[in-house]
């Protein structure tokens, strides 16, 4: 038996109970419906259009907020690692706003900027803000002085060093936050998807809730599990191709 | 003449939170010969790699005089390179990579710095693995690859701290012998700061005690043994002589109970 198989066996097992339990009647359908009927309303979900559809609402809302994060986190990140001064004036803001619940937010959010796109993409963005900021800083921060050292006695300046060496030194750090941020991007989707929205993954899945559908909800989960999967693996795939020359144990493995 | 002159150097540094400060290096004065290879041995805490920074630009004396070539030294040029014991490779270039870091932040021309390296890393031995990873090397072929990296410079000065102090005692002594050929094709100035009184008399021709800290050169060795040298000299009696006046300096300072930690590292590495 080799792991590959042996990883596989609890999700099939999982189906299979499910199926005969379902099946055998012990459990109302409308309460637990089979997994087979499930996958026949995804499927049906998929061939109509409203899967893809709202998928990528979703997607283009967490895209958004999430390219904004990393963008202003890695650049304030780099800005706050470089100067001790700007590093006093917006730390004390970093660590009121960073431990808040996303969601502490989304009244104010909803009040000044409606129930739209705005809102939402705000609330994610502020889910993955502070991942990558405090590891584009504490990346920067933990070079090796020596290295640095090093890297002066062999003539570089200080714009070289930032380029050469402490940006590069700080990648696996930097990546790292990035790819935390991917499921916090997720995580928040889905949450002010269903508060406020009239299209999304977490819309569909509440919109199916309200009218009893556990059918369609269960579908809705599905999807949203293997997205989630999906965009893990992903940013996995992209960090060991970025870090070919990082050490393997460090990358915590596959 | 005299190309690196120090004269009554000292460096204290300020605690931290405005706590004591602490003098590392006292009025220390020394002078050294152009392509002279010299090894700075003295106990942990002497203020060794301290002068060795300041040498190498990276720290400034608090007061006294430290010249190359007749300038003072401000801030690190190309010229003086410096060899760590952790190696401090850039983890994500590889053996070439590093090497022609140097080079390329000084904008030398491609060609003469490609054909440049080949020739070092022929010259340090590394020939098949020009296009490792730091991670995929040994520690010695790690400390050749820093090596390599600090000649690509053309220093005039190679600066080394404990260099070998990582490296097992088997790798220690191969790396020894071929620093020897290493500074003697490459011609440049060294100071090799190291804890083990044999490697110390072995490669230089002017060994240099420390005393306890604050730092001052307690005493200078001239080495007079033939080059290259050799394995076999380690048990000549000149070598032993020597070694023997170095410890008998060293252990001066023991007798007055200031000497504390370095007998058992110097068990460790000899």
Redesign the interface.
Known sequence: MNRTFRKWMSPLLLLVCWEVVTRAGWIDSWFLPAPSLVFQTLYEMVVSGEVPYHTAMSMGRAATGYIAAAVIGIGLGLLIAWSVIIEDFCDPLIELIRPLSSFALVPILFLWFGVGNTSKIIIIFKSCFFPILLNTISGIKGV?K??I????????NGQ?LWI??LI??A?PMIITGLRISTAMAMMSLVGVEMLSSDSGLGFLVIDAQRTFDTKRVFAGIIVLSALGFSVDRAARLIQTKL?????ETSLGGK | MSFIHAQNITKTFNGKNNGASTMAIAEMSLTIREKEFISIIGPSGCGKSTFLLMVAGLEKPTTGDLAIEGKPINGPDHQRAIVFQEFLLFPWKTVKGNIEFGPRLNRIKKQAYESQSRDLIRLVGLEGFENRFPHELSGGMKQRVAIARALANKPKVLLMDEPFGALDALTRESMQIELQKIWQKAQCTVLFVTHSITEAVFLADRVVVMSNRPGYVKKTLAIDLERPRTRKMFTSERFRHYEHQLKESIWEEEETGSWEINPVEEKRSA
């Open positions: 090796d020596k290295l050292m090093a890297a002066r006695s062999l003539g570089a070289q050469r060496v590069p030194s990648l870090l070919s020359w990082h050490t």
